[in-house]
């Protein structure tokens, strides 16, 4: 037979049918939750607790990597906007660049058609002076000329043809310098 139920057999009956208290019971029913007790603790408590445990060291790392990677996010922000603000110098000193190789080039094509226009009004310069030159030689010869033929007819002897070049010449050189004040 069971060793509780024969302990419970021994104890005295209760006496009165009003309210008592059974200190058997009492120390059976707290052994019992005593036992229950350790054994929650032991089984359920102490996986309870570790998987508590672990759950919490997973929320903590969790903020910890929430926090790092709010702090790698700043960086990275600040880090673009400086990388930004870099970009953007490089890219005014380039434009600034062009814009002075586009002005030196435009300089130097202004300096280029300058000095092309200016050859050019040099060389039309000699050409005309050359033309001048050879029309006013074709005018002293045709004037020659005709000043030849007036002076045969003047004079009614003929001349040689070398007389008449050297006297000729000899009045193109007496007339060819001007006089103070008159320029041909």
Do not use: C
């Amino acid at each position: 037979m069971n060793p509780l139920a024969a302990f419970a057999a021994a104890a005295p009956a209760p006496e009165a049918p009003g309210l008592s208290i059974n200190f058997f019971w009492i120390i059976v029913v707290s052994g019992s939750f005593i036992i229950f007790l350790n054994l929650m603790w032991r089984f359920v408590f102490d996986r309870l607790e570790s998987i508590l445990a672990q759950r919490k060291a997973r929320i903590d790392q969790g903020l910890a990597d929430a926090e790092q990677a709010r702090r790698d996010l700043a960086a990275s922000a600040a880090e673009r906007d400086q990388m930004l603000v870099q970009a953007r110098r490089d890219v005014a000193e380039l434009i600034a660049r062009a814009q002075k190789a586009a002005d030196d080039l435009r300089e130097a094509d202004i300096a280029a058609t300058r000095a092309e226009l200016e050859r050019l009004h040099v060389k039309a310069t000699a050409d005309i002076a050359a033309e001048h030159d050879r029309v006013l030689a074709d005018l002293r010869s045709q004037v020659a000329d005709l000043a030849l033929d007036a002076a045969g007819k003047v004079v009614g002897e003929s001349m040689t043809d070398a007389r008449q070049r050297r006297l000729v010449e000899e009045f193109i050189r007496d007339r060819s310098v001007p006089p103070q004040g008159r320029q041909n």
